[in-house]
């Protein structure tokens, strides 16, 4: 309420910006609640601003790239090669050109252990196809089963990280081998057993 030489008069608000409108503003009312607004707010709001009223402009989703990607609240991570500061969701390094495999930030020596077995890992998957056929076949089962199995052993966290085809390979193929080798030790008991007797 404002006071104008001694009498109260109301005076219109707008209902975006919260002021005063001047009769020679341009002014709109709302056609579903008859708030009213300034000419210019009511077209930057594209309808009315009053809640619940049927005028109101349509939510627009927000798209996915209007947010910063950040990871565990931060939106800069160092580069675990080169140490240089990178954006929390990069996947490659703007200055040394390393690349990961997720967001997630890693330390120096994760990344430097993930590196070294990408590079071992054509090596690794020719192993694993090895031990598959010296296992599969009958006459170097029981060879594959022991050098296999003790491979395995002894390269059981790089195995780890392999893909499932190549993990399910080595296990079907040391199973095999391993049954392959009981059933030839079984068939050779059985013959020396019999041939005794005769």
Same mark, same amino acid.
């Given at each position: ?16 910006? /919260? $002021? ?8 709109? /009312?709302? +056609? =579903? !609640? ?6 210019? !707010? ?6 009315? =601003? ?7 402009? +349509?939510?627009?989703?927000?798209? =996915? ?13 160092? !580069?675990?090669? !080169?140490?240089?500061? *990178?954006?929390? =969701? ?7 050109? &390393? $690349?990961?495999?997720?967001?997630? +930030? ?8 993930? $590196? ?28 594959? &089963? ?38 030839? *030790?079984?068939?050779?008991? *059985? ?8």
């Amino acid at each position: 309420m404002e006071m104008e030489t001694g009498k109260a008069t109301a005076v219109r608000r707008c209902g975006v910006c /919260s $002021t005063g409108m001047d009769q020679t503003e341009a002014a709109v /009312s709302c +056609p =579903a !609640c008859s708030a009213a607004y300034h000419k210019d !707010c009511w077209d930057e709001n594209r309808g009315c =601003a009053v809640y619940g009223c049927t005028a109101v402009p +349509p939510t627009e989703p927000r798209s =996915a790239l209007e947010f910063t990607p950040a990871y565990w609240g931060r939106e800069n991570k160092p !580069c675990p090669a !080169c140490g240089r500061e *990178i954006l929390a =969701a990069a996947l490659r390094c703007r200055h040394c050109g &390393a $690349t990961f495999e997720s967001a997630r +930030p890693q330390n120096a020596a994760e990344f430097s252990e993930r $590196t070294s077995l990408k590079s071992r890992m054509s090596e690794l998957e020719r192993n694993v196809i090895g031990v598959f056929v010296a296992c599969s076949l009958p006459f170097t089962a029981p060879l594959g &089963a022991v050098v296999g199995g003790g491979w395995f052993l002894l390269n059981r966290k790089d195995v780890s990280g392999m893909s499932s085809l190549y993990r399910a390979l080595l296990k079907i193929g040391l199973g095999v081998g391993f049954v392959q080798t009981t059933g030839l *030790i079984a068939l050779a008991f *059985i013959y020396s057993h019999f041939s005794g007797k005769h």
